[in-house]
Structures are given as C-alpha cells and as structure tokens.
C-alpha cells in the first residue's frame, strides 16, 4: 500500500467552520441545547441558531424533546440526526490493545483486552485487530458503523495518518494506518496520539465550565494531552504536551529512547522505575510487576514510584504555571498508585504559584482506562460527521 497524502480540506462556502464545532460538542455530549453551544462556543445565540438550522436542514441534526431551564421557557433538544451509529475503537499498548464501541455523547460498551504485538509491525499486527473490531461491528449492526479510531503509543501526523519516529513502535514509522483502516472497513477512520485520546475522552465526560486541562498518561513511557478553551490543542506541529523529553537535573546523562540524555522519561517512566528497581535488586520485567510491588506495599518500589512522582510534578509545575489550567488529569497505570498521585499533588502545590492552585483541580481521570477508548472513538465520530457534512454541501472532506 502507498502512503496518501491528502490535500487540505477546504472551505465550503455557506457552511461555517461553526457547524463542525457544533457537531463535534453534540457528538461529544457536551451540549445539547442551542443555549449551551452558544455559552460553550462564545458565539451569539442568532449565531447559533443560523447554523443549527443549516443542520437541521441538511438531516444532521434532529431535534428531540424539550428542557425546561429553571425560571426560563422550554428549550429544545439537540442530538445528531441518525444518532443510532457508532464507532469502533482500539487502544494499542505493547502487547495488548483495548477495543469496544463508543456512541454518541461518549457511551462506551464491549469493552475487552485483546493479544497485540505492537512490536511485530503494522502488517503482521492490524489484520488481527481489524477481526476483532469487525466482529464488534457486526454485533451491534455493521450498516451502523460510522468510523473506526486508533489511539497509538507514539506521534500521529494528523494530516498524513501516518505515526512518525515513534520510540517502542518499531517498523511503524511512516505507516499509513489511516489509509489502511478506510480501505479495510470503508468508513471514515481516525488516529491520534494516545495522550491526546486520552484527554479528549475526559473532557467529554468532565463538568463544561472545565475549559482548559492538561491530561497525563502515566506508563511504560509519559505522555500529555493539552485542552484548550475546550478543544484539543496539537501546537505548531502536533507536538503539544511533549513532556516527556522534557531535560530534568536528577536525569544526568542517562540516556533516553529519543537519542538524547536526561529525559525525564529516563527517572519517572514506568520503563525507567523497571530499570531502577532491576539495579536495586528487585525481579521486575514490566511496569506490571512496578504497580504490583508497590501495590503490595514494598518500601524499594514504593519509594521509588513516590520519587519519580515527584521529578513528574517538577516538570507538570512549569506548564500549569505557564498554562493555568482548569485541571490537571492523571491516567495510565502508574496513576493507580496512591504515593506516585499524591507525589504529583504535592509537588505541584509546592512549585506553583498560589493564584495558580487556588481552584486547580489535581485528580486520576475519571474514566481511567477507558479515557483512551472513548476519546478514539470521539475522533472516528467527528471524521464521520466531518466528512458527512461536506459530502452532503457538494465538497469531501479528505
């Protein structure tokens, strides 16, 4: 298969950029009423209202019922014209990947774990996970399936689908996983980092007025998902929330995966608690073995786990300083453990300024695991609904 490289979409005259906006925050199930897209979207409500109804037109918005607001008339609900569909998604680790079907307002069902050998290339890996997906698919109604979302261990080049110079995925560089995914399936397919699913998927879940939120996935390696008034923020080149390579004093010159030294990755990385562990005489073989042992309440490994959550908090109080987030999000496994969470907290505190931690919320996501699937399938939706709505206005999104 040659990779694709597709054209930038266009703007479609007489269609805002407004309306995919609008989808993405019903998709999402952060809106459903014309009174919160206005609020969320900070646009005027005769704004709104005009582009609601183009949707309405063109069959991909329904409404559905009413809502009295305290003290205020009925207002009418919104959902997603054909609102039944439903995409498919899949999370990639080393060895294993988490699939199941998210809907609409970000439901999640059928979740499992599945064998995935990330290690063995795209070609050897994908079929078998495409079964698995297509076999979900055909469960719930294959002619339903609106999209199919990928979250990845590595950077994703939106434009492109492809994952580029990933660390621990070898053989995948350059990879056109989006392409091969359409081809497979036949509909709309969407990859994306797996920190920045992550965030997305949280968001969907978490109260409105939480505009702005830094997503950290704590694993094998360290990752982070920025929001920003309310929407993903990737930066110039997709590289947003790049932490992890992120220099720290305590790192020295051990050597880091990326071909430099002193990475944080290298002291507060479920990989680097493994190596620390293994050096100190402990039988570690993975990140499992790290969160059992301290789990199981092992002075080496538990103080190793609080100490890497500190040198994590050094590094997250420069950017909530910086940023001023609404709230900080902790996920992946290492986040199940009390010490490395309540490192992270307290480090923050000490290292930020007070105006700064006033409100700021510090929390694990309240999805944890699933946070990944649902924003995967969050992604496949809004290419769906994206490509719908240029279909349908006489010009295709890529």
């Not at 206005?38 to 109804?53: E, G, K, Q």
């Not at 997603?80 to 699939?99: N, P, T, Y």
């Not at 999209?147 to 560089?173: A, E, F, I, K, Y």
């Amino acid at each position: 298969m040659t990779e694709k490289s597709p054209p930038r979409r266009k703007h479609i005259p007489g269609v805002s950029s407004l309306a995919e906006r609008v989808l993405e925050l019903l998709a999402s199930g952060q809106a459903s009423t014309r009174t919160e897209l206005s609020t969320l979207l900070a646009a005027a409500p005769s704004t709104i209202s005009f582009t609601v109804s183009q949707l309405l037109a063109l069959g991909l918005v329904a409404e559905d019922g009413t809502v009295t607001a305290t003290g205020g008339r009925p207002r009418k609900m919104l959902r997603l014209g054909g609102s039944e569909g439903f995409a498919v998604a899949a999370e990639l680790g080393g060895k294993h990947a988490r699939v199941g079907v998210v809907l609409p307002g970000g439901g999640l069902s059928d979740v499992s774990t599945v064998p995935f050998a990330t290690d063995e290339g795209p070609e050897s890996a994908l079929p078998g996970l495409a079964r698995t997906l297509d076999s979900l698919a055909e469960q719930h109604g294959r002619v339903l399936l609106k999209g199919v979302g990928l979250s990845l261990p590595g950077p994703v080049d939106l434009m492109s689908g492809v994952v580029t110079l990933p660390s621990r995925m070898p053989g995948w560089n350059r990879f056109p996983v989006r392409a091969w995914l359409e081809d497979r399936f036949g509909v709309p397919a969407a990859i994306e980092n797996d920190a920045n699913c992550m965030a997305v998927g949280e968001h969907t879940v978490q109260p409105p007025d939480r505009r702005q939120s830094i997503m950290v996935k704590t694993g094998t390696a360290i990752g982070a998902g920025v929001i920003a008034d309310g929407r993903l923020y990737r930066g110039g080149s997709g590289a947003a929330g790049e932490i992890t390579h992120v220099r720290v004093e305590a790192a020295h010159d051990i050597p880091c995966s990326c071909g430099n030294t002193g990475c944080l990755e290298t002291v507060a990385s479920g990989a680097a608690l493994v190596r620390i562990l293994r050096e100190r005489g402990l039988e570690v073989a993975s990140t499992e073995d790290v969160v059992r042992l301290a789990s199981d309440a092992d002075p080496e490994a538990t103080r190793a786990v609080r100490q890497a959550g500190r040198y994590l908090g050094m590094v997250l109080a420069a950017n909530v300083n910086f940023f001023n987030p609404d709230a900080v999000y902790l996920g992946g496994i290492l986040s199940t453990l009390e010490p490395f969470v309540a490192a992270v907290r307290s480090q923050l505190y000490e290292g930020c300024h007070p105006l700064v931690t006033e409100h700021l919320v510090i929390e694990r996501a309240s999805l944890g695991a699933d946070a990944g699937l649902v924003g995967a399938g969050q992604f496949a939706l809004h290419r769906a609904l994206a490509e719908a709505l240029h279909a349908v206005t006489g010009n295709h999104h890529p």
